[in-house]
């Protein structure tokens, strides 16, 4: 759901399910995109990274998928484990903007035993 | 990826007063970010630190309020000058590598101002 003031959107699975979580970017300009997990207390971990010229990408148990027709990013989680449990963002860059990331409003990963 | 310490990792501090926080990187990096991060919210970019000269602040943040330096390729301190409540939040240091794209973050000082 979308997010308003403080409260994020939130994403509630079971262990070992799938997850899909969903950003809207909102720079046609973006040409570089990345995914970011932070737990409670640390500073953003780098997950995955995406450029424009592909659709999608794949790491270990995870995937991004980009469609800039919808300016529209995803990251799916495999087998969801409960230290999956966190907030993930999604963030857009212009290669040619000295490197100035813009952040996405964070999703609320809560992954159930 | 680059190891990034920040110092301090949390404070509570006084109205009217100031903190610098410091961010050292364990190698050369090409480029460094200070980012805020609200209570509940994304992270919004403050500044560009600069190796030797004056850091690029984004629209909404100036640098009386602030200043930052970054004396060589590994270490760049952010200062909250003059701080209120306002102002509590969870403050990043980031970083790009040498090689690549990819933007690496410090675990962040957790500023409360009271």
């Known amino acids: 759901g979308e997010s308003v003031g403080l409260h994020l959107p939130t994403l509630s699975v079971q262990e070992g399910d799938n997850s899909i979580i969903n950003c809207a970017y909102s720079?046609?300009?973006?040409?570089?995109f990345i995914w970011y997990k932070q737990e409670s207390g640390k500073g953003p971990q780098f997950i995955i990274d995406i450029r424009s010229n592909m659709d999608k990408r794949q790491g270990q148990r995870v995937t991004v998928l980009l469609n800039k027709t919808v300016k529209h990013l995803s990251l799916q989680i495999a087998a969801t484990q409960p230290g999956d449990s966190a907030v993930y963002f999604c963030?857009?860059?212009?290669?040619?903007?000295?490197?100035?990331?813009?952040f996405g409003k964070g999703t609320l990963l809560t992954v159930n035993p | 990826s680059a190891v990034i310490s920040q110092k301090p990792s949390r404070d509570i501090c006084q109205r009217g007063t100031s903190l610098t926080i410091q961010c050292q990187v364990d190698s050369q990096v090409t480029m460094m970010f200070w980012y805020r991060q609200q209570p509940g919210q994304s992270l919004t970019l403050i500044a560009t630190?600069?190796?030797?000269?004056?850091?690029?602040?984004e629209s909404g943040f100036v640098i009386d309020k602030f200043p930052i330096s970054r004396p060589n390729l590994t270490f760049s301190t952010l200062t909250v000058s003059n701080m209120s409540p306002e102002d509590s939040s969870i403050y990043l240091c980031s970083v790009r590598a040498r090689k690549g794209e990819k933007l690496f973050f410090g675990s962040g000082t957790q500023l409360s101002v009271l």
């Open positions: 720079n046609s300009a973006s040409d570089y």
């Open positions: 963030a857009e860059m212009s290669l040619g903007s000295n490197y100035k990331l813009t």
């Open positions: 630190a600069n190796q030797g000269s004056e850091a690029t602040y």
